[in-house]
């Protein structure tokens, strides 16, 4: 049985730091790509950044490039996002998911092609 479990979550001040951390269990031993979504109140979910497990591959979204980073512990099986500099816009429910294939690399932050996801946790940044 395949568990994505989200912790890290909180509130911050503008400008602060969160990391969130992704335990997985039971997933297929060639899954492809990680990410991390998020999602707010009247917003679409969107990914956030993901990373390629075979090659070590990392992508984000434009809004967080140079502030977000994400990480993949192979040995203990868990995904990282280390944000700092952390702004009121970035307040939503921070999803952890799974996709098996390597056709997430055709776009990794489509969403319907993940099979797996966590539960989420949320953030929230305070201006």
């Known amino acids: 049985q395949v568990q994505l479990m989200?912790?890290?979550?909180?509130?911050?001040?503008?400008?602060?730091?969160?990391?969130?951390?992704?335990?997985?269990?039971g997933l297929p031993h060639s899954t492809a790509c990680m990410a991390w979504f998020r999602q707010s109140p009247?917003?679409?979910?969107?990914?956030?950044?993901?990373?390629?497990?075979?090659?070590?591959?990392?992508y984000y979204?434009?809004?967080?490039?140079?502030r977000f980073t994400i990480s993949h512990d192979a040995a203990t099986n868990t995904l990282f996002l280390q944000m700092n500099g952390l702004e009121p816009e970035d307040t939503a429910i921070y999803y952890c998911a799974a996709y098996v294939s390597s056709r997430c690399?055709?776009?990794?932050?489509?969403?319907?092609?993940?099979?797996?996801?966590?539960?989420?946790?949320?953030v929230t940044v305070a201006s």
């Open 42 to 58: 009247g917003k679409e979910r969107e990914g956030v950044a993901g990373v390629y497990n075979r090659g070590g591959s990392t």
């Open 105 to 122: 690399l055709v776009s990794w932050s489509a969403g319907p092609g993940y099979s797996y996801w966590g539960q989420g946790t949320q």
């Open 61 to 66: 979204h434009h809004s967080v490039k140079g």
């Open 6 to 25: 989200e912790s890290g979550g909180g509130s911050v001040q503008a400008g602060g730091s969160l990391r969130l951390s992704c335990a997985a269990s």
